[in-house]
């Protein structure tokens, strides 16, 4: 009985485990049947389509008046199957050795990309517009550059990359069999999605204008040149030189003049075109009738501290001092001013800080003496003409011309109007301007500086077409090459004289290497930009 009762409890445990065994086998074989299901589901789709890759898609940075500054060439783009048809279609619109290199690649039996003159409509003709560039785009180091990946590497590119960058391509995409043979009969998906070519980066940068600079700058062998707003501060053309090729990087990384830096935010001596910040501390302190005798040069503790006329100027009021740019009138003038009064001026106009351009571009920061010392009265002095512990970038300085144009306030300059997205323009707020001198102050300066091209040293920077105020300089830089002192050279000023529109800066790094001065390429650029806006108007 017992025998029995443990037979059958030894026959139904091993018909359990067995059918246990069993499911396990068969749940096993499903999963592997379900994966190798998917996995040649995947092979098909991949093994199925054909995708011919034309460009990726990037955002477009934009000039003021939604002119394109990148993605300024179109052209047609057509994909070419290998049928008798589109074969003679083909050779309508192409010839020699373009048509033949074509045709060779289509004896291979699958499509053919090329660019064509116009729209093919053929049978197995498939055609899509794109936008490129391949030439230096307009302002390349405010513009900048992307890399092999589409990222944004430097400049506008760089600062927006998240709004202009795209993962999406323009592309042809053929449905294929198993042998990877396009079927016939099917069209291509044409993917191109324009609204990404269409969003992007309005800057504050007039075309025109840019176009303008990018060819008086040319005699700058380095240097830069600023063209702004003269109420608003918004920069309309920005220029550094040398220039380079955005497209071929790689040829100018070593190069010894260092074309990819960016001296129109970089900061150098200024020199004598600071000398209206004196002089506006000075009016605001009630010394505008102040007189010196200029002998050349003048003792300042146990130096001495020459002007660049060595003979002198003789006795001199403020508004000739600035037309002849004599330096002890503005030792003295400063040393009447006081320390305080002097670093309240330069500092009310942003001298020693850095400019927020837009998200991601800023100006390099400057040197400025410090108030203690400025109460020594030989850093006083070096600092009243722009030299010294002083440097500044030509951006930065706008803020001082702008506010003797503008009536004493200045806006912070800028580089971007806004975003443009899903047809939308998203305008930047360009907050309050500042108030660094009086309104009759800011008219005296500017008076004075028209003289200084009408009766003085800047002579050279009058137009032919219209009025224009400014100041020349000449700034030391302590450094030598052959021997010799490294000069650079500056114009700032503003056209016409009477109700100013646009501020210049011209800077030089070297003058020596220089084929025209910094005066003349002001009165140039002032005359063209004049032309163009008179016509546009």
Known sequence: ??????????????????????????????????????????????????????????????????????????????????????????????????????????????????????????????????????????????????????????????????????????????????????????????????????????????????????????????????????????????????????????????????????????????????????????????LINTTYNCVGNMQIIDRSFNCHNRLGHGSLNLEYALANSCNTYFFNLALKTGADSVFKMADALHFGHKIRLCDGIYTAEGTIPTLLKLQNDAHLANFSIGQGDFTASPVSMLTLYSAIANGGKYYMPSLVEGTYESGSLKKYDVGYPTKAMDSKTADCIKAYLQTVITEGTGGAAQPKTVTAAGKTATAQTGKFENGREILSSWFCGFFPADKPKYIIIVFCENSSLQSESCAEIFSKTADEIAQIKKSNT
Request: glycine fraction near 6%.
């Open 1 to 286: 009985m017992e025998n029995r009762v443990w037979w059958r409890f030894f026959v139904h445990r091993t018909a359990l485990c067995y059918f246990l065994l069993i499911l396990l086998f068969f749940t096993g074989f499903l999963r592997v049947a379900v994966i190798a299901r998917d996995d040649y589901t995947e092979a098909l789709k991949s093994h199925g389509r054909l995708k011919m890759e034309i460009s990726s898609l990037r955002g477009t940075v934009y000039d003021c008046n939604m002119l394109p500054l990148t993605n300024t060439k179109i052209k047609i783009v057509a994909c070419v199957t290998p049928t008798n048809s589109a074969k003679t279609a083909i050779s309508a619109v192409l010839e020699g050795e373009e048509l033949k290199d074509l045709l060779t690649r289509l004896s291979h039996g699958k499509p053919v990309m090329c660019e064509v003159p116009e729209i093919v409509d053929s049978d197995g003709i498939y055609c899509t517009t794109i936008y490129y560039d391949d030439t230096t785009v307009l302002a390349p180091h405010t513009v900048g550059y992307v890399n092999n990946d589409n990222k944004g590497v430097s400049g506008i590119q760089a600062a927006f990359d998240k709004l202009l960058y795209s993962n999406k391509s323009a592309n042809f995409t053929f449905s294929c069999d198993g042998l990877g043979n396009i079927l016939e009969g099917i069209d291509p998906e044409i993917n191109n999605d324009s609204s990404v070519v269409a969003n992007g980066v309005v800057t504050t940068l007039d075309y025109n204008i840019q176009s303008i600079i990018e060819e008086t700058a040319n005699p700058l062998n380095r240097g830069a040149i600023v063209v702004a707003d003269a109420e608003t501060l918004k920069i309309r053309g920005i220029v550094s030189r040398p220039n380079f090729d955005n497209l071929n990087i790689s040829e100018f990384l070593n190069d010894a003049s260092s074309p990819l830096f960016n001296r129109a935010i970089n900061c150098y001596a200024v020199g004598s075109c600071f000398k209206p910040c004196i002089a506006a501390a000075a009016i605001e302190n009630g």
